[in-house]
């Protein structure tokens, strides 16, 4: 069953198009992975999603809601797409589990005793049990991204949108967060992902569009694209990340 | 005690947040607040016939005036080597000049008070919203903002408090109020230029909070968003708490600079501290000793102003956010 459609979504930034029709579908607990050089759209095409950006033209359905209907009430709708942020953007003035209470108890209304209970148990889900009373500042960067996990979760959303979830991390904190997220994969959560992260990819991706300069010029299952990709552009671009060490 | 082993002072300064460095300082303070509070106590909340008699100082002034009058005698006797004895003399005697003075200087520190701390008040609740609608408004808020601000910080304080005051039909308005200068509610000058300082002190903050608001990463209303907050509830729970911490420096500045602000309020006559100095010292022509006591009251506000606002700031400060001692 179809949970997200992306219809020839066009956006441009000034002169510059940066996606130029963009079409995909995912299905309930599918996991999808977004891949590409930088500057081709892949954030971009995140944004549009959970209408951080809005989009030009085209059309985005999430579970059968129109994302651009104007009947759609913006906040409701973010309810229902988690996001999780490259540079990890938790609360800075917040504790681990005052960032994970905020949305229960500011968007959805979840009294204060409740919210600390589901925020812990969503910490606890990520491993950060010991760390709730912890500022972002005291925590390392895996651990931030976990806790950002965390707090998109708790919004119980039908879709996680991942946007570089790793890139910002040193390389040894990729590990914790990968974990988390094949963890979530498994258990059957819908995630558009977008990252070179091929070892998640690998394991856990259903689909991976591969965009280039605001376009999907192939898509397949990972060991399609890993090993027989169609498009040079493809080879040409997945052969550099793996002599990068991805 | 040897050098390696921690001091117990070092002990101290953790846990006590206030300035450890110059305990002078802080003794100074207390008694300057101990004598005042005590003193508004005598004069505002006794009844007449238990009070002390409020336009009579504490302490007598005569053993002063003798003991000045006999260290300078000596020291005339003593000629040159007798100058040390003679400053002090003449310390002595500007002490039993300024001990007279000293109530009413009490009563116009509490106006001073007053008006500062209302109009620091009254302007961060306005400061706020011109602040927000500056960084996050649309264009015609941001224009109004704008233009408010600029109106207000690009003219004198003096000649706005000059407008409503005689400007105005502001004072004709509060005077109908009732009780108004009855009691413990300020007369209607006092009114004037505490809407004066509000209306002031509202630019220069928004100014202040307008800077730390933009020093507050977009990424963390855009995670706000992201969550279904909506702009309003994004910039009330995650902006400001974070914008107001940064704010604080520049608010600490804006209250000191408020404090003495305040005495331009003696030209709309309210009688704060610079006007009860000034007219004491029309009387007594001791323009000199009662404007370097003036300046000392001012200067112990000042003093327990910043100490007060390095206590706010280290107090709101969360890892990562605010305080100053962090390595």
Same mark, same amino acid.
């Given at each position: ?12 930034? &000034? ?23 930088? &500057? ?12 951080? @950006?809005? #989009?030009?033209?085209?059309? *985005? ?66 491993? /950060? ?86 376009? #999907? ?7 399609? /694209? ?21 | ?95 039993? $000049? ?29 400061? *706020?919203? /011109?602040?927000?609608? +500056? *960084?996050? $408004?649309?264009? &015609?808020? +941001? ?5 408010? @601000? ?23 308005? #509060? ?146 956010? &605010? ?5």
């Amino acid at each position: 069953m179809t949970l997200l459609r992306v219809e020839d979504v066009h956006k441009s930034y &000034g002169d510059e198009e940066v996606l130029k029709g963009v079409s995909f579908e995912m299905d309930r607990g599918d996991v999808d992975v977004l891949m590409g050089p930088s &500057g081709s759209g892949k954030s971009t095409m995140l944004r549009c999603i959970n209408r951080l @950006t809005e #989009i030009d033209s085209g059309d *985005v359905w999430l579970d059968g809601t129109p994302v651009y209907g104007p009947d759609t009430d913006v906040n409701e709708l973010r309810q229902d797409v988690g996001m999780v942020f490259q540079d990890f953007n938790l609360f800075a003035h917040l504790t681990a589990l005052e960032n994970v209470t905020l949305g229960l108890k500011r968007v959805l209304g979840v009294p204060e005793a409740e919210a600390t209970d589901r925020a812990a148990d969503h910490l606890a889900q990520v491993g /950060l049990a010991a760390q709730t009373d912890s500022y972002p500042a005291e925590l390392s960067g895996g651990q931030q991204q976990r806790v950002g996990i965390a707090r998109a979760l708790a919004m119980e959303p039908k879709l996680m949108l991942f946007d570089e979830p790793t890139s910002a991390l040193d390389p040894e904190l990729v590990g914790e967060v990968v974990e988390v997220m094949r963890d979530l994969a498994e258990r059957g959560m819908t995630m558009l992902v977008v990252s070179h992260e091929m070892g998640f990819a690998r394991s856990a991706a259903d689909d991976i569009h591969f965009l280039d300069s605001g376009r #999907i010029v192939e898509s397949g299952p990972p060991e399609q /694209l890993f090993q027989r990709p169609e498009h040079d552009r493809t080879n040409e671009f997945l052969t550099g990340l793996q002599s990068n060490g991805h | 005690m040897s050098a390696e082993e921690p001091s117990v002072a070092d002990e101290v300064r953790t846990t006590v947040t206030v300035d450890t460095d110059r305990p002078w300082a802080l003794v100074g303070l207390a008694a300057f607040w101990g004598w005042l509070l005590v003193r508004w106590t005598n004069d505002f909340l006794l009844p007449d016939g238990m009070a002390f008699p409020s336009e009579q100082s504490f302490f007598p002034a005569a053993p002063f005036s003798a003991a000045a009058e006999s260290l300078g005698a000596t020291a005339a006797s003593l000629g040159l080597v007798g100058a040390p004895l003679d400053v002090l003399a003449g310390l002595l005697g500007f002490v039993a $000049g300024a001990i007279p003075s000293l109530p009413a200087l009490a009563r116009g520190a509490w106006l001073t008070i007053l008006l500062t701390v209302a109009g620091i008040a009254f302007g961060f609740v306005l400061a *706020v919203p /011109l602040s927000v609608a +500056r *960084v996050y $408004g649309g264009r &015609g808020l +941001r224009w109004l903002s704008l233009s408010y @601000t600029e109106l207000i910080r690009g003219t004198p304080l003096l000649a706005q408090l000059f407008v409503l005051y005689f400007g105005l039909p502001l004072t004709q308005i #509060i005077r109908e109020v009732p009780g108004v200068g009855v009691g413990f509610v300020p007369a209607t000058a006092v009114w004037v230029a505490i809407i004066g300082f509000t209306l002031n002190s509202a630019a220069y903050q928004a100014e202040y909070i307008r800077s730390a608001l933009e020093s507050v990463d977009v990424g963390q209303l855009t995670a706000a968003r992201s969550i279904g907050l909506s702009k309003v509830d994004g910039i009330r729970y995650v902006v400001l708490p974070q914008g107001l911490r940064y704010a604080i420096p520049g608010w600490s500045n804006e209250l000191v600079y408020l404090i003495k602000y305040s005495s331009l309020a003696a030209f709309i006559t309210v009688r704060e501290l610079f006007f009860q100095a000034e007219s004491i010292a029309n009387d007594t022509f001791r323009y000199t000793e009662l404007f370097v006591l003036a300046a000392l009251f001012y200067l112990a506000l000042v003093v327990s102003a910043s100490l007060l606002m390095n206590l706010v700031e280290e107090r709101t400060s969360v890892p990562g956010i &605010g305080g100053k001692r962090q390595a």
